[in-house]
């Protein structure tokens, strides 16, 4: 057996895993009539812009953080979504990668020397009305007002997220997806620094430019996926 199939066949069943995981938390939804983002709401109907839970899920042992929010439908014109799910990094997992091989020239490129934030955004989860995952996609830091890293990093520090916020379905359902959509969201950083490099050689203020927002996104049907890799 040569390295890269080994490397494959790994990848493959940490993907038949992760599908597995994903379909026992929606089974355990069903069996009760839940909402995966009951946990966040307690019953009432979610207000447009608020974060959910409204200081984020915090996993401190881990070094991650994610919170839920909805737009005004007029925000994104064509979205079908219900809301979505921002994912971070925090100091203790990106930190680490701040001086990986070619991290330093990223930040140079992009201006990113002067920008004082604690977290690092990695990935955005696009959710349906029921709660199910429809799109993964990436966007400019002025969105969420911290900062980023190359594709490198941001995949690797993806590939190792663990979450335990006291939000176990939401949690689970993050992690599986990330693991389900390895290779898709490698694509999709690569995208995001293509389209971030591109408009950065036009001038300074890329990672400030409102016009740019929505930096990669690619539509997704965990079912689909699940059927490849059982």
């Not at 447009?48 to 401190?60: K, S, T, V």
């Not at 690797?156 to 939401?170: D, K, N, Q, V, Y």
Request: net charge negative; charged share 20%.
């Amino acid at each position: 057996m040569t390295g890269d199939t080994a490397i494959g066949r790994h990848h493959e069943a940490g993907q038949r895993a992760a599908g597995a995981r994903l379909l026992t938390c929606y089974r355990t939804l069903a069996k009760t009539g839940a909402h995966l983002l009951d946990s966040l709401f307690y019953g009432k109907a979610p207000q447009q812009w608020l974060h959910y839970p409204a200081d984020d899920a915090i996993d401190e042992r881990h070094g991650y953080q994610w919170f839920y929010h909805s737009h005004a439908p007029s925000d994104r014109a064509g979205s079908t979504e219900h809301g979505h799910i921002h994912v971070f990094a925090r100091p203790a997992t990106w930190a680490p990668w701040a001086d990986a091989v070619g991290e330093p020239e990223f930040a140079r490129v992009l201006d990113m020397a002067g920008r004082q934030a604690s977290t690092r955004h990695l990935l955005c989860i696009g959710l349906d009305a029921k709660g199910v995952p429809q799109s993964l996609f990436t966007v400019n830091s002025w969105v969420t007002g911290d900062a980023m890293m190359s594709a490198a990093s941001t995949v690797r520090m993806i590939a190792g997220l663990r979450l335990s916020t006291g939000h176990a379905l939401i949690d689970e359902v993050i992690v599986a997806i990330t693991r389900l959509y390895r290779l898709q969201i490698d694509g999709l950083m690569q995208q995001r620094d293509a389209t971030l490099i591109d408009r950065a050689r036009l001038g300074p203020g890329t990672l400030d430019d409102e016009s740019m927002e929505v930096l990669s996104e690619l539509r997704i049907d965990p079912d689909q996926q699940l059927a490849a890799h059982r």
